[in-house]
């Protein structure tokens, strides 16, 4: 559920600058981002106008909410088809709709990537987004999604399979970009990369990259590399299916040692 702020005035300038300017966005999109803001302006105004946090809780879960819950659901059809190793929705166009706003809603719900954006906007523009985040995010993933859409040809999806005595890992930031940079700035490429299981795996890359993980049987380096990776782009915890596979990570990497 989503805690609702009130956005001051130059968050909302910086709203309209970024998502309604149609100098630089397609028409489509602009007026796409007016019906999902549309939502937020009401939610807002009912909480300026001292309406109780139960009614406008209510009204964001039947509004933004509710278009999550749809699109869990809508994507927990593709979920149970790639864990069986079916990726023949991915050749339909309006799963690989649900597939592609899915992951992109979820990448920008993480700690990491919402902390991340909020201070390069500050940086930016000198504007503390955080009471907006809850739309920003919304917005984000929506033309993050049709950017992906409208890439021609659509890049291609892999299914990774695991069959070293090392299990995959998984995190409180489920899927991650492998090609996130350490330092923290912007990166350059987006090749996501979704634990689906302690032996299954979905990689989602920018094409030409990361060639060495599918089409071909991964080896320990290759999974601890992977699972390193999910590791250090947590936020502040990460799951195994064994003590041992938490232990081999936790010895190693300071943000979780206890030495």
């Not at 999902?36 to 807002?44: G, V």
């Not at 149970?80 to 929705?89: A, G, P, Q, T, V």
């Not at 490429?189 to 089409?215: I, N, Q, V």
């Not at 071909?216 to 799951?239: G, I, M, P, T």
Request: aromatic fraction near 12%; hydrophobic fraction near 35%.
């Amino acid at each position: 559920m989503y805690e609702l702020k009130i956005p001051n005035k130059r968050e909302v300038e910086l709203i309209k600058i970024l998502f309604l300017n149609e100098r630089n966005k397609n028409r489509v999109v602009v007026e796409d981002n007016k019906k999902i803001l549309d939502c937020y302006k009401i939610a807002s105004l009912l909480k300026q106008y001292g309406k109780t946090n139960e009614i406008v809780d209510l009204y964001l879960k039947n509004s933004i909410e509710g278009s999550y819950e749809k699109l869990e659901s809508d994507f927990d059809v593709i979920f149970n088809k790639m864990i069986e190793k079916d990726l023949s929705f991915y050749e339909n166009t309006q799963a690989r709709i649900v597939f592609y706003s899915w992951l992109s809603t979820q990448s920008l719900r993480t700690f990491g990537v919402r902390q991340k954006i909020i201070e390069r906007l500050n940086k930016n523009n000198d504007v503390d987004v955080s009471n907006s985040w809850a739309i920003i995010s919304i917005l984000l993933a929506s033309e993050l999604s049709l950017s992906l859409f409208l890439e021609k040809p659509k890049r291609p999806i892999f299914l990774i399979e695991n069959k070293t005595d090392i299990t995959f890992l998984t995190s409180d930031q489920p899927i991650i970009n492998l090609d996130a940079r350490d330092d923290g700035s912007s990166p350059a490429h987006l090749s996501w990369y979704y634990p689906l299981g302690p032996r299954l795996a979905l990689l989602f890359p920018e094409p030409g990259k990361h060639e060495e993980f599918y089409g071909k049987v991964l080896d320990s380096d290759q999974v601890d590399y992977l699972n390193k990776r999910v590791v250090d782009l947590s936020h502040a915890q990460f799951y195994a299916d064994s003590q041992r596979m938490i232990e081999r990570y936790v010895e190693n990497d300071k943000k979780f040692s206890f030495n």
